[in-house]
């Protein structure tokens, strides 16, 4: 994905103006991969007080680990399906396409949101109806979710939509879209 020019886009997403400073903030990076969406948060906001990485894949979980000890952070790392990790609630949770490969992405928002302490945001990147992601699709057979739909099942997991985000250029701007939502209660 970083070879698509997504973590040039996660850096655009995470550069809005967004009222919070990430160094005051502990961050799960939930489906993490190769921990490209919270390395580009740790390159906007500075070094969290806690960064944790939620992976099933050990490979993946070990190559996250690495891009963020090239930044000076020693991530906690769980290897672990969303859902089956208990952890205390942190301020942000990152979240870039992982709930298309979840099996019913209305549990997977709840899971993301009891991860927040009230208040706390999710940082959403999720694919959308494009034909890009059909070929995606032959491979990894993913979900994509047309805008209402997506904010409907946000809203319906007690979140509050702070702002949408439209990736500018490349490959970002074709198959996925960025939403910022705050945990309601
Ligand atoms: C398309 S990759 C995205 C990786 C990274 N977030 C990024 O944007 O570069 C999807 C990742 O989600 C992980 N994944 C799939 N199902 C998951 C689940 N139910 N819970 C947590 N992670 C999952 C996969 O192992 C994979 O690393």
Same mark, same amino acid.
């Given at each position: 994905?970083r070879?698509?020019?997504?973590?040039?886009?996660?850096?655009?997403f995470?550069?809005?103006?967004?009222?919070?400073?990430?160094?005051?903030?502990?961050?799960?990076?939930?489906?993490?991969g190769?921990?490209?969406?919270?390395?580009?948060?740790v390159?906007?906001?500075?070094?969290?007080?806690?960064?944790?990485?939620?992976e099933?894949?050990?490979?993946? !979980?070990?190559? *996250? %680990?690495?891009? +963020?000890?090239?930044?000076?952070?020693?991530?906690?790392? $769980?290897?672990?399906? #969303?859902?089956e990790a208990?952890l205390?609630?942190?301020?942000?949770?990152?979240?870039?396409?992982?709930?298309?490969?979840?099996p019913?992405?209305?549990?997977?928002?709840?899971?993301?949101?009891?991860?927040? !302490?009230?208040? *706390? %945001?999710?940082? +959403?990147?999720?694919s959308?109806?494009?034909?890009?992601n $059909?070929i995606?699709? #032959?491979?990894?057979r993913?979900?994509?979710?047309?805008?209402?739909e997506i904010?409907g099942?946000?809203?319906?997991?007690?979140?509050e939509?702070d702002?949408i985000?439209?990736?500018?250029?490349?490959?970002?701007?074709?198959?996925s %879209?960025?939403?910022?939502?705050r945990?309601?209660?």
């Amino acid at each position: 994905m970083r070879t698509l020019g997504y973590y040039d886009g996660y850096l655009g997403f995470l550069s809005e103006p967004q009222g919070m400073t990430g160094r005051d903030a502990c961050i799960v990076d939930v489906g993490a991969g190769t921990a490209a969406f919270s390395e580009a948060w740790v390159a906007i906001n500075g070094i969290p007080i806690q960064t944790t990485l939620i992976e099933p894949s050990p490979a993946m !979980l070990e190559s *996250g %680990r690495a891009a +963020l000890r090239r930044r000076g952070i020693e991530p906690r790392t $769980v290897q672990a399906f #969303l859902g089956e990790a208990v952890l205390e609630p942190c301020e942000v949770v990152l979240a870039a396409h992982v709930i298309e490969h979840c099996p019913d992405p209305l549990v997977a928002l709840r899971q993301m949101r009891d991860l927040l !302490l009230p208040g *706390g %945001r999710l940082y +959403l990147v999720v694919s959308k109806p494009h034909w890009c992601n $059909v070929i995606i699709w #032959l491979q990894w057979r993913h979900r994509t979710f047309q805008k209402n739909e997506i904010m409907g099942l946000i809203q319906e997991a007690s979140f509050e939509i702070d702002r949408i985000y439209d990736f500018p250029s490349g490959p970002p701007s074709r198959t996925s %879209r960025g939403i910022v939502a705050r945990r309601a209660n």
